[in-house]
Structures are given as C-alpha cells and as structure tokens.
C-alpha cells in the first residue's frame, strides 16, 4: 500500500503561481512513478503530468506544458507541481496519484491521494 497526502492548493489570481506537493509513505518511493491529474466541476478527471521513479522522464497535458513542472525528492518521498501563469481554466481539484507505469489514462493508476483544491480567479 501507498499513502499519499497533497497540500498546497488554494485561491490565486489568474497569472499568479502555486505549488502542490504530494508526500508518500508505505513502500519504496523511487520505484513508483507519479502523476497530477485534476478534476474540474461537472468534468471527468484528466491528467496533467507524470515523472518516472528516478524523475528522469516527465510528460504534460498540452494544456500546461511550459506552464507546469513536475518534479519529484526521492529523499524526502515527494512529488511536486510547480503550477505558474495560472489561468481561470486551471481550477479543479488536483490529486496525486502513484502506480508503476507513466500511462496518461487516469483509470490505470492505483494508488491516489484525498486531492487539493485550486482555485483560480479572473
């Protein structure tokens, strides 16, 4: 089993920056990979980014590449969303989620956290 807590959402302004971080525990943190997704009200969940277990490999959602960084401390079991030039379009809940593979589909991982709230105001 893996625990995972998020912190970090909140109230910004559009063009403004957050950062979420999501701390692990229960099994060896570097062998699993990581993953954002986010859920916005009356949408399905969607991914947003995935770091490998040794953080050498990301990928993002087209919607946030160059706005967002994923970037993970295997010493300190956290994973981290650098979230800048936010937009309006940006708010949702944003979860963090644990599993073995990079695949985008949220439905394949399995491990998750409670989720943060974002919120971003125009």
């Known amino acids: 089993q893996v625990q995972l807590v998020e912190s970090g959402g909140g109230l910004v302004q559009a063009g403004g920056s957050l950062r979420l971080s999501c701390v692990a525990s229960?099994?060896?943190?570097?062998?699993?990979?990581m993953g954002w997704f986010r859920q916005a009200p009356g949408k399905e969940r969607e991914f947003v980014a995935t770091?490998?277990?040794?953080?050498?490999?990301?990928y993002y959602a087209g919607s946030v590449k160059g706005r967002f960084t994923i970037s993970r401390d295997n010493a300190k079991n956290t994973v981290y969303l650098q979230m800048n030039s936010l937009k309006p379009e940006d708010t949702a809940v944003y979860s963090c989620?644990?599993?073995?593979?990079?695949?985008?589909?949220?439905?394949?991982?399995?491990?998750w956290g409670q989720g943060t709230r974002v919120t971003v105001s125009s």
């Open positions: 229960g099994r060896t943190f570097s062998n699993y990979a």
């Open positions: 770091i490998s277990g040794s953080g050498g490999t990301t």
């Open positions: 989620a644990a599993d073995f593979t990079l695949f985008t589909d949220w439905r394949t991982w399995q491990y």
